[in-house]
């Protein structure tokens, strides 16, 4: 587990048991329950944030990211709470499930995969632009190169 993420774990964690013990059971209201919740879903966040790094695990991560996105709406609820307004509980905890399935939703794939281990120059594993031509040697190249199995044969 990297040292960031243990870190951040860690103090989460902490801040999480605080917020409960001094600030929920010591005085115990709507507005410091929701707060205390939105402490809870920061450490739920972070800890699986740091398994899915650990891991190499990108739907997680994005998952994670997702719901630790939702704890501003947490803390908005509870300060509506706190005031006396209608807390409306039901945002907040829309908008972490929604961020926990949206965001691994538009998780496409690597951002730059980088060449192939087929690819015998940069030249075969980039697409041709099609304003420029290449060169006679490059292909050349291209046509003397083993198959790619994810690239058509010229």
């Known amino acids: 587990m990297p040292v960031l993420g243990s870190a951040q774990v860690l103090v989460a964690t902490i801040a999480t048991f605080c917020m409960i013990g001094l600030g929920f059971l010591y005085r115990p209201s709507r507005a410091s329950a929701i707060w205390s919740i939105a402490f809870v879903v920061v450490l739920i966040g972070s800890s699986a944030e740091s ?3 650990a891991r190499g695990i990108d739907l997680l991560r994005a998952g994670s990211t997702g719901v630790l996105l939702s704890t501003t ?4 609820s509870g300060l509506r709470a706190y ?3 209608p807390s409306l509980v039901a945002i907040p905890s829309a908008t972490a499930i929604a961020g926990a399935v949206i965001l691994p939703l538009t998780l496409g794939g690597p951002a730059s995969p980088g060449p192939s281990a087929c690819c015998s120059d940069s030249w075969a594993c980039t697409p041709p632009s099609p304003w420029s031509r290449p060169s006679a040697a490059a292909v050349r190249r291209t046509r003397t190169a083993p198959p790619c199995p994810s690239r058509p044969s010229p």
């Open 73 to 76: 709406a947490f803390v908005w």
């Open 51 to 53: 398994v899915a790094v």
């Open 83 to 85: 005031r006396g307004a």
